[in-house]
């Protein structure tokens, strides 16, 4: 695989309905929500597809739902298992971080902002972006 001119990391918040999404440079630290993307069939990894067409990302990243004990359960095997997809199809590195409370601090986040329709998908990608910033701040 030639080499990436960039570090840049897309996350990915696994959901049956939805897959929150962020990108993010670790030499910056920082990550910003991007779009969610619709869960369901293949349609879902064309959209990826073209995420990582138009970024260029040298790493993905997808959040590991575990329970509040920290062991797996049934969407944690999911999870597992779209990383490995998106691993086998786009040939990248697929780190995986733990996303416990994620999405409770993403809905923290945006209370009382202004959002109409589309605020799960929010929630989706804003809790993507804090699993990207949890990541870097492991990173450093």
Do not use: C
Not at 49 to 76: D, I, Q, Y
Not at 77 to 105: C, H, I, M, N, W
């Amino acid at each position: 695989m030639p080499e990436r001119a960039t570090r840049t990391v897309l996350a990915f918040d696994f959901g049956l309905k939805r897959i929150g999404v962020a990108v993010g440079e670790p030499e910056l630290g920082t990550a910003h929500p991007l779009p969610a993307i619709a869960a369901a069939g293949n349609a879902r990894f064309a959209a990826i597809e073209k995420l990582v067409h138009e970024w260029n990302p040298a790493r993905l990243l997808v959040g590991l739902p575990l329970s509040a004990a920290g062991s797996p359960h049934l969407m944690t095997r999911q999870a597992e298992r779209f990383a490995r997809r998106l691993q086998g199809r786009f040939k990248l590195p697929v780190a995986r971080v733990d996303e416990r409370y994620t999405s409770l601090e993403a809905e923290s986040r945006l209370r009382g902002t202004a959002r109409k329709g589309g605020a799960k998908a929010a929630v989706d990608s804003v809790a993507a972006q804090l699993m990207l910033e949890q990541y870097f701040d492991e990173l450093a």
